[in-house]
């Protein structure tokens, strides 16, 4: 079982939808998780940084977790077609110089 | 803040050359530094981590005799990829982690060099 599981997509949605993407882990240390936007060919862009259980909201991303279900998910509302990119998932059980366990990504397209 | 800049951006090279790969923290200093690769639709692999003037730690099945990591300063990390073959042809991404940065405490990446060996 992998550490951390993703749905890869691809995943289509209209301009203006709300984006829900979501993750599942198995490991209990981890407690600090992250979601990067990677464009084609460029590398993964940090969008939201959160530790522990809870919510977190910037502009129109909102990033969920919750401990003791193991899950954690990132909304996207009033989806624009800027938003298509690969959406990871990232967590760690200690801070920025610990390895970093990656979903394997979700492919997102947003139609205008 | 937290720039990570990565030159070349792409090289296409012939089998059994070398290929270095610089990784440099653009507005602040690294003291780790890591190295990742992903094939096309795969997610990023973590290749080895390197702490400035210390040797570079490798993760299970990554070659260190072929891939020479060297961080020599705190802005500057790079990869060396000896005698290329094919199978190495990926995306080689790095990222950076300073503790003394007030922001974000997370890895930092850059844009990452495609690598083809022909």
């Known amino acids: 079982q992998k550490e951390v599981e993703q749905d890869p997509g691809p995943l289509s949605v209209p301009e203006g939808a709300i984006v829900s993407l979501n993750c599942t882990y198995s490991?209990?240390?981890?407690?600090?998780f992250m979601w990067y936007r990677q464009y084609s060919r460029k590398g993964p862009e940090l969008l939201m940084y959160?530790?522990?259980?809870g919510n977190k909201e910037d502009g129109r991303f909102t990033a969920q977790v919750d401990k003791s279900s193991k899950y954690i998910s990132l909304f996207i509302r009033d989806s624009q077609p800027s938003d298509s990119a690969t959406y990871l998932c990232?967590?760690?059980?200690?801070?920025?110089?610990?390895?970093?366990?990656f979903g394997t990504g979700t492919r997102l397209t947003v139609i205008p | 803040g937290a720039v990570v800049s990565q030159h070349p951006s792409w090289v296409i090279c012939k089998s059994g050359t070398s290929v270095k790969i610089e990784c440099r923290s653009l507005?602040?200093?690294?003291?780790?530094m890591f190295w990742y690769r992903q094939f096309p639709k795969q997610s990023l692999m973590l290749m080895a981590t390197?702490?400035?003037?210390?040797?570079?730690?490798?993760e299970q099945g990554v070659e260190k005799d072929k891939f020479l990591i060297n961080h020599a300063s705190l802005t500057l990390s790079t990869l060396t990829v000896t005698s290329a073959h094919p199978e190495d042809s990926s995306f080689y991404i790095c990222?950076?982690?300073?503790?003394?940065?007030?922001?974000?405490?997370?890895?930092?990446f850059g844009p990452g060099t495609r690598l083809t060996v022909l």
């Open positions: 990232a967590m760690s059980s200690g801070t920025g110089a610990n390895n970093l366990f």
């Open positions: 507005d602040f200093q690294a003291t780790t």
């Open positions: 990222s950076a982690h300073s503790p003394y940065r007030a922001s974000t405490d997370t890895q930092y």
């Open positions: 490991n209990s240390a981890f407690q600090y």
């Open positions: 390197s702490n400035e003037g210390s040797k570079a730690t490798y």
């Open positions: 959160t530790y522990s259980s």
